[in-house]
């Protein structure tokens, strides 16, 4: 299957600070991209979905000018969080649509953001 | 938005048992996958099934579309299968994001 990459994949940092994490698809292109949200014993849920070349598409209740995407090529998208806090802490996963594999998808292995 | 439900939500099972886990889902799809997580939370694709049959080793599912609903079997279970299964689908229309169900919490017991 294809394979997903996430950098870092924990990060510990004080709060109000910035946090960026990538998502790269290492051996297929990906003209969309999603990043998920997981809170301990809880299911994903959608952030937002990333567009190679446009502006990112953000769920309801999600600040886009916290959660700043950006997906500069099609093997690369980052998400920025800034001005961490406390409750931003959560595991987060990216995913990437494979269009030769007929839209299924593949996630990293994640990122888990610990905001002290 | 489309709505997914699991059950059972938890599920304890001895080495070697069977077992069958249910997806229900509330409007027709166009993806449907089934994912193993691990306890270090990285996502196993198991399944990309939006209908029909499909089996790999251990493992099989089935989707089917018309009734709104998939089943992923579990044979002879092993203590390395434990982790959370989930199901997760994307609508014939709108967004191409996937909606995951709640998942279902399996343990195997040696």
């Known amino acids: 299957g294809a394979v997903v990459s996430q950098h870092p994949s924990r990060v510990i940092c004080k709060s109000g600070t910035s946090v960026k994490i990538e998502c790269r698809s290492l051996d297929f292109q990906a003209t969309t991209m999603f990043w998920y949200r997981q809170f301990p014993k809880q299911s994903l849920m959608l952030m937002a979905t990333?567009?190679?070349?446009?502006?990112?598409?953000?769920e309801q209740g999600v600040e886009k000018d916290k959660f700043l995407i950006n997906h500069a090529s099609l093997t690369l998208s980052t998400l920025t969080v800034t001005s961490a806090h406390p409750e931003d802490s959560s595991f987060y996963i990216c995913?990437?649509?494979?269009?030769?594999?007929?839209?299924?998808?593949?996630f990293g292995p994640g990122t888990r953001l610990t905001v002290l | 938005g489309i709505q997914v439900e699991q059950s059972p939500p938890d599920l304890i099972l001895q080495e070697g048992a069977n077992s069958t886990l249910r997806c229900n889902f509330s409007d027709s799809v166009n993806n449907l996958q089934w994912f193993h997580q691990n306890p270090w939370g990285q996502l196993i694709n198991l399944f990309y099934?939006?209908?029909g049959t499909k089996q790999n080793g251990r493992l099989s599912a089935t989707t089917v579309a018309t009734e709104r609903y998939s089943l992923l079997y579990i044979s002879s279970s092993q203590t390395t299968d434990s982790g959370v299964y989930f199901c997760?689908?994307?609508?014939?229309?709108?967004?191409?994001?996937?909606?995951f169900g709640s998942g279902t919490r399996l343990q195997v017991q040696p």
């Open positions: 990333s567009n190679e070349g446009s502006k990112a598409t953000y």
């Open positions: 995913s990437a649509r494979a269009l030769l594999a007929g839209g299924e998808q593949f």
């Open positions: 997760a689908v994307v609508r014939d229309t709108g967004r191409r994001a996937l909606t």
């Open positions: 099934i939006p209908s």
